[in-house]
């Protein structure tokens, strides 16, 4: 049998990383078989409404390099593929387990529920119209007394089903209450729709997030009610986070960024979201390789790699994997990123390549390249002390001489490259009977005005070019 699993999130406005995982996972499990991924939108609860949503949720996808074989967009034998345009099919599925004696309508009003509630607002439904006889509903409805219609769960005996990932989950019946399937405006709840789905849809493999764990014997009441044959379950555990304190708690923005978009535009390659990603929950078999392309997670990933234990989100360590990818990037796309950033904070004149060549390995995350470039958007503050190396003997007054010695002749310097300025400086040292690293450190410091440089003294001066190099040495005698 082919495995078909589906990614059936509900159009909230942003992903959330744990949203994520689970559709990478779905999505791997099916991948990995060769077989099919489906995307379904579950917008049936009209309230949570967020326009724009859906495409949030399908530039995600995108970006990730999650494609699915069928859903909104790519169509499949199996559409429409968004909740909201299939209400006519859970009403005629509703309406057979109706017929079936599975299901009933109940006609109660929202006063008499409010009446079932305790002090603290909770409290279920009684059952109250689980057994109107036929003549009292034919006359509620020619009425048109407004209706739902709810699950007949049974009363006695219990439900289990075996999770891939949590081992056997075992209900009393008695504890299950006869949820609502069709509601009064006719909308389905998620508990009936999505069972409705994942069958038409022909979903073998049910992965999601295991807070459904315990509502699943429902489920699996209702596959059993049609005689349909109930999918395989893969519950995911939670996504946690660790606070300052060091408390685990469910991944949440306190925490820091939550959704895929936000990491994003924090610097962060897709790529390296979704390997992060990919282990927290799950681990290869054999092997301790940690860096893993879609393509290799497709051959890799099973299902017995999945832990049960909940995973902590770890921003230092995603971090540390954003950083090894951008280091992997070919020099093409690196600049792509780069470039545009750079162009924005730089001021006319830099050497915006050159710049982007030095930040290339020294970046963690592409938002850091503004906290590296703060010397080259503007000439900081000097402090004197820069001056003043011990390994290169150097001191102000030292400084000065060499950076007095050097201006005429880097004044003469045409080509204005690395190797040349290069060149010439050590040259100046020999003639001058100065250490190279004293001159070099004169120089990079009067350009730089900072002590620690993405590049050394004559890359500085390529990235600055010929005129703002001059300047600030020129700046940097007067002042010293
Ligand atoms: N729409 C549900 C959610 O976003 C999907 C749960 C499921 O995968 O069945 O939580």
Redesign the pocket.
């Known amino acids: 049998m082919s495995i078909v699993t589906r990614f059936?999130?509900?159009p909230t406005g942003f992903m959330h990383i744990g949203?994520l995982r689970t559709a990478l996972y779905s999505y791997l499990l099916s991948k990995s078989k060769d077989g099919k991924f489906i995307l379904r939108i579950?917008d049936t609860d009209q309230v949570r409404l967020v326009e724009g949503a859906t495409d949030v949720i399908i530039k995600t996808l995108e970006m990730t390099g999650i494609d699915y074989d069928e859903g909104p967009g790519v169509g499949g034998d199996h559409g429409p593929y968004i909740q909201s345009e299939r209400l006519p099919i859970y009403k005629e599925y509703a309406e057979k387990l109706v017929e079936s004696g599975h299901a009933y309508y109940c006609f109660c009003t929202a006063e008499r529920l409010e009446s079932l509630k305790d002090e603290n607002g909770i409290g279920g439904y009684d059952g109250h119209c689980r057994d109107l006889s036929k003549e009292e509903i034919e006359k509620n409805l020619a009425a048109g007394i407004p209706y739902v219609i709810r699950q007949k769960m049974p009363l006695e005996g219990s439900t289990s089903y075996t999770d891939m990932v949590y081992g056997e989950v075992t209900i009393e019946n008695a504890e299950l209450r006869d949820q609502i399937m069709i509601k009064a405006d006719g909308y389905p709840t998620?508990n009936f729709c999505?069972v409705v789905d994942d069958y038409l849809m022909g979903v073998t493999h049910?992965v999601?997030?295991n807070e459904?764990l315990t509502s699943t014997p429902k489920y699996c009441l209702l596959y059993d009610a049609f005689g349909w044959e109930r999918p395989t379950y893969v519950h995911l555990p939670l996504l946690m986070g660790k606070d300052d304190e060091g408390n685990v708690s469910k991944l949440s923005k306190r925490h820091g960024a939550v959704s895929f978009q936000d990491l994003v535009n924090n610097g962060y390659l897709p790529e390296a979201i979704v390997n992060y990603i990919a282990l927290l929950g799950w681990s290869p078999k054999d092997t301790n390789e940690e860096f893993f392309t879609m393509d290799e997670l497709k051959k890799v990933f099973s299902m017995e790699g999945l832990s049960k234990s909940p995973a902590v989100f770890d921003y230092e360590k995603l971090r540390w994997f954003n950083s090894e990818y951008i280091k992997k990037l070919p020099e093409e796309s690196y600049e792509e990123k780069a470039l545009p950033i750079l162009t924005e904070l730089c001021p006319k004149g830099i050497n915006i390549k050159k710049l982007g060549a030095l930040l290339h390995t020294r970046i963690a995350t592409f938002a850091e390249i503004k906290d590296q470039i703060g010397f080259v958007v503007e000439r900081l503050p000097m402090e004197e002390d820069l001056y003043t190396n011990k390994k290169n003997k150097t001191t102000p007054e030292i400084c000065k001489e060499i950076l007095e010695g050097c201006l005429p002749m880097l004044e003469g310097v045409s080509d204005w490259s690395n190797d040349t300025l290069f060149a010439s400086l050590k040259q100046f040292a020999e003639d001058t009977e100065r250490k190279a690293g004293a001159v070099m450190w004169a120089v990079r410091v009067a350009v730089a005005r900072q002590a620690v440089t993405p590049g050394g003294a004559t890359e500085l001066m390529e990235v600055f070019g010929k005129e703002e190099s001059i300047e600030r040495i020129k700046f940097a005698i007067e002042e010293l």
Do not use: F, L
Request: glycine residues 10%.
């Open positions: 059936a999130p509900s949203n579950e998620y999505h049910v999601r997030g459904y």
